[in-house]
C-alpha cells in the first residue's frame, strides 16, 4: 500500500529533475498579405530543437490545395510578389526542388495546405531545413535579406522543377522576429 502512494511523487519528482525537453531558442511571425494587398491571415514561427514549426491561418484562398514555400528574401511589397525570391537555401549548391524528390528537397520545400469552401486554410508544418537562430546546416529565415512565406495558387506536385507545378504567388508573408 505504501509503495502505491510513493510511486506516484517518485515519478514526478523524476520529472521534475529532467532537464527541459525542448526549449523555445526563438519566435518569429508574419502578415498574409494578398495579390490586392489585403491583409488575409498569419504565421507564426517557433524554433524548436531541430527546425521550425509553422502555424498559419489564412483567408482569400481559392478552395483546394495550395503549395507553400519559404522564399530567401522577405520582401512582399511587389506585385505577384517576385521580390521574395525564390526557395531559401543554406548552401550555394542547390538540391532539386520536391518533398518527394530523390536528390531533394530544397530548404523551402513544405507540405501542402488545403483551403476549405469557404477559402480558409489552417495548417501546422514542421520543417527541419531552416531555423530562427542560425543553426548549422540550415536555412536562416532571419538573416540579414530575411525571408517570407509564399501560397501558391495551386498544389504542388512536389517534383516538378522549379516549384511543383504549384502556379503563381497568391499570398505572402515577410518573417519577422517576434519581440
Excluded at 530543437?49 to 522577405?74: C, D, K, S, T, Y
Excluded at 513544405?110 to 477559402?119: Q, R, S, Y
Excluded at 546546416?137 to 516538378?160: K, P
Aim: charged content about 25%; hydrophobic content about 40%.
Amino acid at each position: 500500500m505504501k509503495f502505491k502512494q510513493i510511486a506516484p511523487l517518485a515519478a514526478l519528482f523524476a520529472l521534475a529533475s529532467l532537464p527541459a525537453m525542448a526549449e523555445v531558442q526563438a519566435t518569429a511571425a508574419g502578415t498574409f498579405r494578398t495579390a490586392d494587398r489585403n491583409e488575409a491571415g498569419t504565421a507564426d514561427l517557433t524554433e524548436g530543437p531541430n527546425g521550425v514549426l509553422l502555424r498559419i491561418e489564412v483567408e482569400g484562398l481559392e478552395p483546394g490545395w495550395h503549395g507553400i514555400h519559404f522564399h530567401a528574401v522577405g520582401d512582399c511589397s511587389d506585385e505577384g510578389f517576385k521580390k521574395s525570391g525564390a526557395h531559401t537555401h543554406h548552401e550555394a549548391e542547390k538540391p532539386p526542388h520536391g518533398l518527394l524528390n530523390p536528390e531533394g528537397p530544397d530548404d523551402g520545400d513544405l507540405p501542402n495546405i488545403h483551403a476549405d469552401e469557404n477559402g480558409v486554410a489552417k495548417a501546422e508544418l514542421y520543417s527541419p531545413f531552416v531555423t530562427l537562430t542560425g543553426a548549422e546546416g540550415r536555412a536562416n529565415l532571419l538573416d540579414e535579406d530575411g525571408a517570407a512565406i509564399v501560397i501558391h495558387e495551386g498544389q504542388d506536385d512536389h517534383m516538378s522543377q522549379p516549384i511543383g507545378g504549384a502556379g503563381d504567388r497568391v499570398a505572402c508573408a515577410v518573417i519577422e522576429k517576434a519581440e
